[in-house]
């Protein structure tokens, strides 16, 4: 007689619930595990760019410090007294009173600097960053420099002493 209840070979109903939903929760961590790796990586990105901007600030700074010092301005701190309350710079050389929230920097597209005004021509990009330079006089001799960069989710801010080394 031929026996109903023989043991077939296979997989129960519950072994298939139970082996999909083990892999499910593997494919969401791993899942998981990317988007929060492509949201930290955008997030330093955005530091490291924001901190390249804050440097590229004393830069200009130091550049036109060194400017009074080689066209033997009045004295070496020449149009950098004037920003006590915030100025915007960039590589023109000009520092222009600072005014809240600040303008948007654009990079240009054909140099690949940062700027304020965009070029029409060049199709410059617009960037989430802005930019204040604070310089207050220390005595005769020194200028205290604070740089702050702020974009949409954080601000960084350094600080340098500027010294007439002459």
């Known amino acids: 007689m031929n026996n109903i209840f023989k043991k077939e070979k296979g997989f129960t109903l519950l072994e298939m619930l139970i082996s999909i939903m083990v892999i499910t929760i593997g494919v969401l961590g791993i899942y998981s595990a990317v988007f929060k790796y492509i949201k930290n990586t955008q997030q330093e990105r955005e530091n490291l760019v924001a901190s390249y901007l804050c440097q590229e600030g ?4 130091k550049n036109i410090r060194d400017t009074n010092w080689v066209e033997s ?6 149009g950098l007294t004037s920003c006590s ?6 590589y023109n050389g000009i520092l222009t ?4 929230p600040g303008r948007y920097l ?3 597209n054909s140099t690949g600097l940062y700027k304020y005004v965009a070029s029409p021509v060049t199709g410059d990009i617009k960037t989430s960053y802005t930019r204040r330079i604070d310089i207050v006089p220390n005595g005769t001799d020194e200028l205290d420099i ?3 960069v702020y974009w949409e989710t ?5 600080k340098e002493n500027l010294f007439n080394w002459r």
């Open 73 to 78: 301005a009045t004295t070496w701190s020449d």
């Open 106 to 108: 654009y990079i240009d």
């Open 85 to 90: 309350s915030g100025c915007e710079a960039d």
């Open 58 to 61: 004393i830069e200009i700074v």
């Open 97 to 100: 009173a600072w005014s809240s």
């Open 154 to 158: 954080n601000t960084i801010v350094v």
């Open 146 to 148: 604070t740089v702050y």
